[in-house]
């Protein structure tokens, strides 16, 4: 499978929204934690790397990302951040880690029991790994990204294409990491995202989950704009503008924290 263009003009467009889930993430960090290694992985244009840098100066961070777009923004951030281009499905740390994060980036993942215990297992004793994922296979607008594009000249083109996949039951996570971690924490939150502009929820998934559709419809632009008329008249419908102009986007998210157990080195101090 390709791996999908990404363009960091689209997604930033809704960067205030996108952003609530990733800082209320953050703002569960223990706060005892003082890590030494850290690792954003899926870390887009590096914002919530930047951020670890500066809120632990010390540290040695890294941020991993697929998408050399999206690594040439961060790398424009004056904090010093190790970039890192790869794969976050085959990334392995060459040191413990005392913090992971991966916010917006699993859900592209296969085999989350395996990836799950594999993260933790990446940490050092008393290291965190703090998640969080968008529930959103089940969701209308992305029910209505998939069948359209099962039905219409391009679905040739866009059979096998692979978008992000179901999440596991909540119990599921919980069951792949708590037999090494000392405090497991998961909660979910449905925000009411307030988009402005013409056709806004096709507008959001251009920046994410139709990059995979889109990318394999690169070379055959009548059927991508075809495709996108279709799907942006039933988004439409599906999420019809309010009297002021505003288009409301109900989006459910996932989120897990979870302490290595263990006595922490020079990196972390035991869990509270």
Same mark, same amino acid.
């Given at each position: 499978?390709?791996?999908?263009?990404?363009?960091?003009?689209?997604?930033?467009?809704?960067?205030?929204?996108?952003?609530?889930?990733?800082?209320?993430?953050?703002?569960?960090?223990?706060?005892?934690?003082?890590?030494?290694?850290?690792?954003?992985?899926?870390?887009?244009?590096?914002?919530?790397?930047?951020?670890?840098?500066?809120?632990?100066?010390?540290?040695?961070?890294?941020?991993?990302?697929?998408?050399?777009?999206?690594?040439?923004?961060?790398?424009?951030?004056?904090?010093?951040?190790?970039?890192?281009?790869?794969?976050?499905?085959?990334?392995?740390?060459?040191?413990?880690?005392?913090?992971?994060?991966?916010?917006?980036?699993?859900?592209?993942?296969?085999?989350?029991?395996?990836?799950?215990? =594999?993260?933790?297992?990446?940490?050092?004793? !008393?290291?965190? &790994?703090?998640?969080?994922? +968008?529930?959103?296979? $089940?969701? #209308?607008?992305?029910?209505?990204?998939?069948?359209?594009?099962?039905?219409?000249?391009?679905?040739?083109?866009?059979?096998?294409?692979?978008?992000?996949?179901?999440?596991?039951?909540?119990?599921?996570?919980?069951?792949?990491?708590?037999?090494?971690?000392?405090?497991?924490?998961?909660?979910?939150?449905?925000?009411?995202?307030?988009?402005?502009?013409?056709?806004?929820?096709?507008?959001?998934?251009?920046?994410?989950?139709?990059?995979?559709?889109?990318?394999?419809?690169?070379?055959?632009?009548?059927? =991508?704009?075809?495709?996108?008329?279709?799907? !942006?008249?039933? &988004?439409?419908?599906?999420? +019809?503008?309010?009297? $002021?102009? #505003?288009?409301?986007?109900?989006?459910?998210?996932?989120?897990?924290?979870?302490?290595?157990?263990?006595?922490?080195?020079?990196?972390?101090?035991?869990?509270?």
């Amino acid at each position: 499978m390709t791996s999908p263009a990404w363009d960091p003009q689209q997604y930033n467009r809704f960067e205030r929204q996108r952003d609530r889930a990733a800082i209320d993430l953050l703002s569960h960090l223990p706060d005892d934690l003082t890590p030494r290694e850290v690792w954003d992985i899926g870390c887009g244009a590096g914002q919530h790397a930047a951020l670890l840098k500066r809120r632990w100066p010390e540290a040695r961070v890294h941020g991993l990302d697929s998408s050399a777009a999206m690594l040439e923004l961060a790398r424009g951030l004056p904090d010093d951040v190790d970039w890192v281009l790869g794969d976050l499905k085959t990334w392995a740390p060459d040191a413990p880690v005392d913090l992971i994060l991966a916010n917006a980036s699993l859900q592209w993942a296969p085999d989350h029991e395996k990836l799950f215990r =594999r993260l933790v297992g990446a940490l050092a004793p !008393g290291g965190a &790994l703090a998640v969080q994922m +968008p529930m959103a296979w $089940e969701t #209308r607008h992305h029910t209505l990204m998939r069948q359209t594009a099962a039905d219409g000249p391009w679905s040739a083109r866009l059979k096998g294409v692979d978008t992000i996949q179901p999440l596991l039951k909540a119990e599921a996570y919980y069951d792949a990491v708590a037999d090494r971690c000392e405090e497991v924490d998961i909660w979910s939150t449905t925000y009411l995202h307030v988009l402005d502009g013409e056709n806004a929820v096709l507008e959001w998934m251009k920046g994410t989950a139709l990059r995979p559709y889109l990318t394999a419809l690169s070379e055959d632009p009548a059927n =991508r704009d075809a495709f996108l008329a279709r799907l !942006g008249q039933g &988004l439409e419908e599906a999420f +019809p503008r309010r009297p $002021e102009g #505003r288009t409301l986007l109900p989006f459910p998210r996932l989120f897990l924290l979870a302490r290595r157990s263990g006595v922490a080195g020079a990196g972390s101090r035991p869990g509270r």
